[in-house]
């Protein structure tokens, strides 16, 4: 049984960068799968942020594409997200999720970030 | 990219049968298949409940079935149930190799 845990601060100050990690278990983070960050600001719809796979390669949504860098660490079988510039619009709930063959199942429970001084 | 675009509110009986329609382009719905659709709870991470545009994931019921026609893909869940009331969204790959999702369904159980 696959499972993915988001973990990082929840709290970052306005133009600081936020930083979230995905710990996966049942998994490697080596596999022929994709691993993607979405995020639901409260009381909002969800959105897309991006993906990134073993290879190096990534997609972001061109929304955050200045902003955001995704990366993998294989040591410790997990993957990163880094929103930079952040304001108090990027105060959302952050999921991470693990696709392949086009489909996303997000396994996380969700971590909360506020954006505030 | 816009978000893909959903009624949104559908309500139903116990019993009846809904459909949630998602709305998008050729560059997305329209030009490929690969619509998701998840249900989410309140507090709890969206849930996989058809994939493929049509195909459901091991362990989620029967009652859930996915469709699509053109640029507009459709999710109905049959016999609603108590347990179905939460929020529903699509999701899409697009031609610019990014997903979209739609703007969210609530659906109510009268």
């Known amino acids: 049984q696959v499972q993915l845990q988001e973990s990082g601060p929840g709290l970052v100050k306005p133009s600081g960068t936020l930083s979230l990690t995905c710990v996966v278990s049942?998994?490697?983070?080596?596999?022929?799968?994709?691993w993607s960050w979405v995020r639901q600001p409260p009381g909002k719809r969800l959105e897309w942020i991006g993906e990134?796979?073993?290879?190096?390669?990534?997609n972001y949504n061109p929304s955050f594409k200045s902003r955001v860098t995704m990366s993998l660490d294989e040591s410790k079988n997990e993957f990163s997200l880094r929103l930079s510039s952040v304001t108090a619009a990027d105060t959302a709930v952050y999921y991470c999720?693990?696709?392949?063959?086009?489909?996303?199942?997000?396994r996380g429970q969700g971590t909360l970030v506020t954006v505030s001084s | 990219q816009s978000a893909l675009t959903q009624p949104a509110s559908v309500s139903g009986s116990p019993g009846q049968s809904i459909t949630i329609s998602c709305t998008g382009a050729?560059?997305?719905?329209?030009?490929?298949?690969?619509v998701s659709w998840y249900q989410q709870h309140p507090g709890k991470a969206p849930k996989l409940v058809i994939y493929?545009?049509?195909n459901r994931p091991s362990g989620v019921s029967n009652r859930f079935s996915g469709s699509k026609s053109g640029s507009t893909a459709s999710l109905t869940i049959s016999g609603l149930q108590a347990e179905d009331e939460a929020d529903y969204y699509c999701?899409?790959?697009?031609?610019?190799?990014?997903?979209?999702f739609g703007t969210g369904t609530e659906v109510t159980v009268l």
């Open positions: 999701c899409s790959y697009t031609s610019t190799t990014i997903y979209v």
């Open positions: 999720g693990r696709g392949s063959d086009y489909v996303y199942d997000y």
């Open positions: 493929g545009v049509s």
């Open positions: 050729s560059s997305d719905i329209g030009g490929y298949n690969y």
């Open positions: 049942g998994d490697s983070i080596t596999s022929d799968n994709w």
């Open positions: 990134t796979y073993h290879s190096g390669i990534t």
